[in-house]
């Protein structure tokens, strides 16, 4: 088993909604138990705007929100920095050469420069991952 890798947001959200959830990111979850996840600067980011969006749609109340914040703040996930040129220059290379937006390339920017695998439910991530020899858990 490896003890870092990268964690995409899909994962991370799929915790959040009742039914969204599968085996792939519950093995995650408890994989977490023992591993440590990584995340762009970006992370915090989109998680707090995909719980926004949920607020304002009536899927989750404030208290919903900040119970799952809870949560993610007792797991072992660090944010690691890009500075502002790798993210207008190698992360933005790889959204276009792999037809991704720059935050999920910021992603794979990181399991790269990491050496590590990556857990993402997103397709188009996954893809690209396997096209650029990065390992994906659970594939």
């Known amino acids: 088993m490896h003890d870092r890798f990268v964690l ?3 994962i991370v959200m799929s915790w959040c909604f009742e039914g969204e959830s599968d085996g792939l990111a519950d093995a995650v979850l408890e994989r977490l138990q023992e591993a440590t996840a990584i995340v762009p600067s970006i ?6 705007n995909v719980l926004l969006v949920a607020e304002r749609r009536g899927r989750l109340s404030e208290a919903d929100s900040t119970h799952f914040l809870s949560m993610l ?3 072992p996930i660090y944010s690691e920095p890009e ?4 993210a207008m220059s190698q992360i933005l290379f790889l959204a276009r050469e792999h ?6 390339a ?7 420069r990491e ?3 990556i857990a993402t439910l997103d397709k188009g991530l996954r893809r690209a ?4 020899q990065v390992e994906v858990l659970g594939v």
Request: net charge negative.
């Open 8 to 10: 995409d947001n899909s």
């Open 43 to 48: 992370w915090p980011l989109e998680v707090g």
């Open 73 to 75: 703040a007792a797991l």
């Open 83 to 86: 500075t502002p040129q790798r």
């Open 99 to 104: 037809k991704l937006s720059t935050y999920d």
């Open 106 to 112: 910021s992603y794979l920017d990181l399991a790269m």
């Open 115 to 117: 050496g590590v695998p």
């Open 129 to 132: 991952a396997a096209q650029c």
